[in-house]
């Protein structure tokens, strides 16, 4: 049985897991792409584009054994795009790895600063963001792009289109749909006044903290508490947000409730948590009929 929670979010469909200090890594198999790594479960595997929020083993610790994998099954090169002062350090890591299994782990480490994105497939990137945890820490936004007709061209004719575009005239303009945004581990920051982020359909954050008398360690370590729930909301008026990265510590019931305590009615009704597991169907007892015999 996969480990992996398989949830739906905006319309997208997600595999994860998201432990604090354990495991995090969120899976969207549509679009061939994964958000952090966590310790490589299976599902990642066949996924062509790992996007590392930051350098904490939580979340990246199973990058050696991804690209290794890879190779194992006869997958072509895999790709890690994470912040550029982590590529060299990480690529490091691979050439020690090749040493110790003897061979090399085919893969690519692909270095990103701040909205320097990165194309997935035609029409399909990546965009990543400084967000406001380690030195290194990024944000992703999934984002398609999209050509529409220009509303002064919407009555012409197809030949009269056809003759516009012969003439050099720029009949389209392009508009981007921003599927999902993840903000992997992050205190409150400048991230949230990006246009495409308050533009997300849904959005992966983290909330560690829940408790009152946690609010200090939530700062110090650069996380969101809970009482900052409300201000993210507000940033993303649109988006259907999914809570990650809550501790062992903190009862996921306990966290609920504090939640509906913290939120208006309205935004309750938006927010879900990564590790609530739906409820499975209980099986429905069949009296035995009577005795052939």
């Not at 110790?100 to 029409?123: C, F, K, S, Y």
């Not at 006044?193 to 959005?203: C, I, K, N, P, T």
């Not at 208006?264 to 990564?274: G, Y």
Request: proline share 5%.
């Amino acid at each position: 049985m996969s480990r992996l929670i398989d949830k739906q979010l905006g319309g997208l469909r997600l595999l994860g897991f998201s432990v604090a200090g354990e495991e995090t890594v969120v899976v969207a198999p549509e679009y061939n792409v994964c958000f952090d790594v966590g310790r490589a479960p299976r599902e990642v595997i066949p996924i062509d584009n790992v996007c590392l929020t930051h350098g904490h083993m939580d979340h990246s610790a199973g990058v050696a054994y991804y690209f290794s994998q890879r190779g194992f099954v006869g997958l072509g090169p895999g790709r890690v795009i994470v912040h550029r002062s982590l590529a060299q350090p990480i690529q490091k890591l691979m050439d020690i790895w090749s040493d110790i299994e003897g061979h090399p782990a085919a893969g690519q480490v692909h270095g990103v600063d701040h909205l320097e994105d990165v194309e997935i497939r035609r029409g399909l990137v990546i965009r990543p963001f400084t967000v406001n945890h380690s030195r290194s820490s990024l944000g992703y936004s999934l984002i398609e792009r999209r050509h529409k007709l220009k509303a002064e061209f919407a009555g012409k004719s197809g030949p009269q289109l056809v003759a516009l575009k012969s003439d050099g005239v720029q009949i389209e303009e392009r508009t981007e749909v921003v599927l999902l945004t993840c903000t992997g581990d992050t205190a409150l920051g400048r991230f949230l006044e990006l246009d495409f982020v308050r533009q997300s359909r849904a959005l992966l954050v983290e909330c560690t903290f829940y408790e009152a008398e946690h609010a200090s360690r939530a700062r110090d370590g650069r996380h969101l508490h809970v009482d900052d729930l409300p201000k993210v909301l507000s940033a993303v008026p649109e988006a259907q947000i999914m809570l990650t990265h809550v501790t062992h510590r903190t009862d996921l019931r306990l966290a609920k409730r504090i939640v509906q305590r913290v939120l208006k009615p309205a935004d309750l009704e938006r927010v879900s948590f990564l590790m609530e597991r739906p409820l499975r169907a209980m099986p429905i007892a069949v009296p035995a009929g009577p005795s052939p015999n």
